[in-house]
């Protein structure tokens, strides 16, 4: 056997290659596309298609593709699919590539719900007193971030605001959507609030603000006040969706009254038990999907 038949075993040409040339078998090899080495002529080098890049693209940041999955929408596989369905837009763009790369900064929107690509964080904190909720404008002062900074590294805000010295539920988290959503005056939230005041609460303000209370000319709707039972009437509990700031303490305000002491005691349909003041715990799904209904 010829050094070329040796070598067409070992490679198990098919015909038409090199190791079965015949007369003009040099031409047929190419054009069958059979297995061959590469030309070293410069005439017979292949030409390579120009490529223009996409004014979308860039080289930093992350897949478009995990973006999404890191968001909790779906796979990285179906969210090749929505890509390519021109589901989702980046900065207001509608992209359609594969392998697109975003920021962190980035505005990405699927089906125009803008996506956080950290995982959805929701932590509740029994807050005590003396603590900021935002910022941190005494020299000293100490902030409920303190207090969860061991609970998760993303980045998570409260929804909402409580006092300085105010105490009881405050819920965190990095879902912008829902946070906004609990955020919405039109929509409000339930919130019961155990107050204690600077003097007795007379029975007639208890039924005026059972009424309702203008504050700033608009009208404060109450669902329940009450006395607690076998406490000093200076303390009472009160229920209302309205999430403007300070709103317990201006309601007292405004007819005579100091607080002296709030705790929410309720927020949505999240409650204090088995969390000891100071405490945090993260939400149960079937919570944050009550949350959500509100």
Same mark, same amino acid.
């Given at each position: 056997?010829?050094? %070329?038949?040796?070598?067409?075993?070992?490679?198990?040409?098919?015909?038409?290659?090199?190791?079965?040339? /015949?007369?003009?078998?040099?031409?047929?090899?190419?054009?069958?596309?059979?297995?061959?080495?590469?030309?070293?002529?410069?005439?017979?080098?292949?030409? =390579?298609?120009?490529?223009?890049?996409?004014?979308?693209?860039?080289?930093?940041? #992350?897949?478009?593709?995990?973006?999404?999955? %890191?968001?909790?929408?779906?796979?990285?596989?179906?969210?090749?699919?929505?890509?390519?369905?021109?589901?989702?837009?980046?900065?207001?763009?509608?992209? /359609?590539?594969?392998?697109?790369?975003?920021?962190?900064?980035?505005?990405?929107?699927?089906?125009?719900?803008?996506?956080?690509?950290?995982?959805?964080?929701?932590?509740?904190?029994?807050?005590?007193?003396?603590? $900021?909720?935002?910022? %941190?404008?005494?020299?000293?002062?100490?902030?409920?971030?303190?207090?969860?900074?061991?609970? /998760?590294?993303?980045?998570?805000?409260?929804?909402?605001? *409580?006092?300085?010295?105010? =105490?009881? @539920? @405050? *819920? $965190?988290?990095?879902?912008?959507?829902?946070?906004?959503? *609990?955020?919405?005056?039109? !929509?409000?939230?339930?919130? #019961?609030?155990?107050?204690? *005041?600077? =003097?007795? &609460?007379?029975?007639?303000? @208890?039924?005026?603000?059972?009424?309702?209370?203008?504050?700033?000319?608009?009208?404060?709707?109450? /669902?329940?006040?009450?006395?607690?039972?076998?406490?000093?009437? !200076?303390?009472?509990?009160?229920?209302?969706?309205?999430?403007?700031?300070?709103?317990?303490?201006?309601?007292?305000?405004? @007819?005579?009254?100091?607080?002296?002491?709030?705790?929410?005691?309720?927020?949505?349909?999240?409650?204090?038990?088995?969390?000891?003041?100071?405490?945090?715990?993260? &939400?149960?799904?079937?919570?944050?999907? %009550?949350?959500?209904?509100?």
């Amino acid at each position: 056997m010829s050094r %070329n038949d040796r070598s067409s075993g070992k490679n198990n040409r098919p015909s038409g290659s090199r190791g079965d040339r /015949t007369s003009g078998g040099k031409q047929s090899g190419r054009q069958g596309g059979g297995s061959m080495k590469k030309s070293h002529a410069r005439g017979n080098a292949p030409i =390579k298609p120009k490529m223009e890049k996409s004014p979308l693209s860039n080289t930093e940041g #992350i897949r478009l593709n995990k973006y999404i999955a %890191n968001s909790g929408v779906c796979s990285r596989r179906d969210a090749d699919m929505y890509i390519s369905a021109g589901n989702v837009t980046v900065n207001g763009k509608t992209i /359609t590539e594969m392998g697109y790369r975003v920021k962190l900064e980035d505005d990405v929107r699927f089906d125009g719900r803008r996506l956080n690509p950290e995982k959805p964080e929701y932590i509740l904190l029994n807050k005590p007193a003396g603590f $900021f909720v935002t910022g %941190n404008p005494e020299k000293g002062g100490r902030t409920v971030m303190e207090l969860i900074s061991r609970a /998760t590294s993303a980045k998570v805000s409260p929804v909402g605001r *409580l006092d300085n010295q105010a =105490k009881g @539920l @405050l *819920l $965190f988290t990095n879902d912008g959507t829902l946070a906004k959503k *609990l955020a919405k005056p039109k !929509n409000g939230i339930r919130q #019961i609030y155990q107050v204690t *005041l600077n =003097k007795n &609460l007379s029975k007639e303000d @208890l039924e005026n603000i059972a009424k309702g209370v203008y504050i700033e000319g608009s009208k404060v709707l109450i /669902t329940s006040i009450s006395f607690i039972d076998d406490k000093p009437h !200076n303390e009472v509990g009160i229920e209302l969706y309205s999430i403007k700031e300070h709103i317990v303490t201006r309601i007292f305000k405004s @007819l005579g009254y100091e607080v002296e002491s709030l705790d929410r005691v309720v927020f949505g349909g999240l409650t204090k038990k088995d969390l000891a003041r100071g405490r945090h715990r993260n &939400l149960t799904q079937q919570e944050v999907i %009550n949350l959500g209904m509100h």
